[in-house]
T-cell receptor, first 117, second 114 residues
Framework: AQSVTQPDIHITVSEGASLELRCNYS??????LFWYVQSPGQGLQLLLK????DTLVQGIKGFEAEFKRSQSSFNLRKPSVHWSDAAEYFC???????????????WGLGTSLAVNP | DAMVIQNPRYQVTQFGKPVTLSCSQT?????MYWYQQKSSQAPKLLFH???????NEADTPDNFQSRRPNTSFCFLDIRSPGLGDAAMYLC?????????????FGPGTRLTVT
């Protein structure tokens, strides 16, 4: 079955500390991979994506993620967290582009990030 | 700036009273999606339009309908809202022209059912 697991429901870090949010997936083929961020009461903003190529991808707001095929993981990292990074983070996977018209994303349950001053 | 716009941002309706939520986009994307998101949950896909082709998710209640009169606009109609339909409704778009399909989301409409 296709699924996305974000093992950490809630994480608290201190401002300036490094951050890693975990994402593991189960999917038949190598999927497309996404990280989205959602501030309270807002829509989702795409942080970064992986389709192919270099397995370390850079995103907006200083985030990066590394795709590890052997571990079926796509963990999100940031070297130094800012108070404004407090939000909900969602990992999502979708079918390869050549898999017909199916574009349905499988979503993780999200990780809520709190940042202590 | 190109964007996805949702109106209204907040909508209050009465139990059983039809309501329409709207989404417009200036991105000229060919795919549009409607999601329902309840508190502390992941977004749940209701349906999407691939160009004019409507794709309904199997578990989307019949109470939810959608229209896409043109590329730029998409509407979500809830025919008889129940208390369980109170949620954030998110519209998203994506484009296929570069071999990728990342979705761009609007700010959402928060629906309250009284």
């Amino acid at each position: 079955a296709q699924s996305v697991t974000q093992p950490d429901i809630h994480i608290t870090v201190s401002e300036g500390a490094s951050l890693e949010l975990r994402c593991n997936y189960s999917y038949g083929a190598t999927p497309y991979l996404f990280w989205y961020v959602q501030s309270p009461g807002q829509g989702l903003q795409l942080l970064l994506k992986y389709f192919s190529g270099d397995t370390l991808v850079q995103g907006i707001k200083g985030f990066e993620a590394e795709f590890k095929r052997s571990q079926s993981s796509f963990n999100l990292r940031k070297p130094s967290v800012h108070w404004s990074d407090a939000a909900e983070y969602f990992c999502a996977v979708g079918p390869p582009f050549n898999a017909g018209n199916n574009r349905k994303l499988i979503w993780g349950l999200g990780t809520s990030l709190a940042v202590n001053p | 700036d190109a964007m996805v716009i949702q109106n209204p941002r907040y909508q209050v309706t009465q139990f059983g009273k039809p309501v329409t939520l709207s989404c417009s986009q200036t991105l000229n994307h060919n795919v549009m999606y409607w999601y329902q998101q309840k508190s502390s949950q992941a977004p749940k896909l209701l349906f999407h339009y691939y160009d004019k082709d409507f794709n309904n998710e199997a578990d989307t209640p019949d109470n939810f309908q959608s229209r896409r009169p043109n590329t730029s606009f998409c509407f979500l109609d809830i025919r008889s809202p129940g208390l369980g339909d109170a949620a954030m409704y998110l519209c998203a778009t994506s484009s296929e022209d570069r071999g990728t399909y990342e979705q761009y989301f609007g700010p959402g409409t928060r629906l309250t059912v009284t």
